[in-house]
Nanobody, 114 residues
Framework: QVQLVESGGGLVQPGGSLRLSCAAS????????MGWYRQAPGKQRELVATITSGGSTNYADSGKGRFTISRDTAHMVYLQMNSLKPEDTAVYYCNVRSGGITSWGQGTQVTVSS
């Protein structure tokens, strides 16, 4: 079973930046896909970005040009968020799909407000 722990959320002013990190523990089969999703109050959880174990990335339109997803090991994934907007406020969840199993982290709150 894979466990995911996110960090890096917080309060930031509009136009600011944050970097989210996610550490995966446990056995990850290859290929796999790690990603970030978010859920704002009263809304459904939505895709932010994904990255495969081969390095292919996919972004939701809302984050294109502002967000960058990356991996530096098989078990760490990051989300660099620049030019943040109030509408980016949400709980951000790390996700991994590995061996037909999907795992989620507990989430980290990102609040964009002046």
């Amino acid at each position: 079973q894979v466990q995911l722990v996110e960090s890096g959320g917080g309060l930031v002013q509009p136009g600011g930046s944050l970097r989210l990190s996610c550490a995966a523990s446990g056995r990850l089969s290859t290929p796999n896909t790690m990603g970030w999703y978010r859920q704002a109050p009263g809304k459904q959880r939505e895709l932010v970005a994904t990255i495969t174990s081969g390095g292919s990335t996919n972004y939701a339109d809302s984050g294109k040009g502002r967000f960058t997803i990356s991996r530096d090991t098989a078990h760490m994934v990051y989300l660099q968020m620049n030019s943040l907007k109030p509408e980016d406020t949400a709980v951000y969840y790390c996700n991994v799909r590995s061996g037909g199993i999907t795992s989620w982290g507990q989430g980290t709150q990102v609040t964009v407000s002046s």
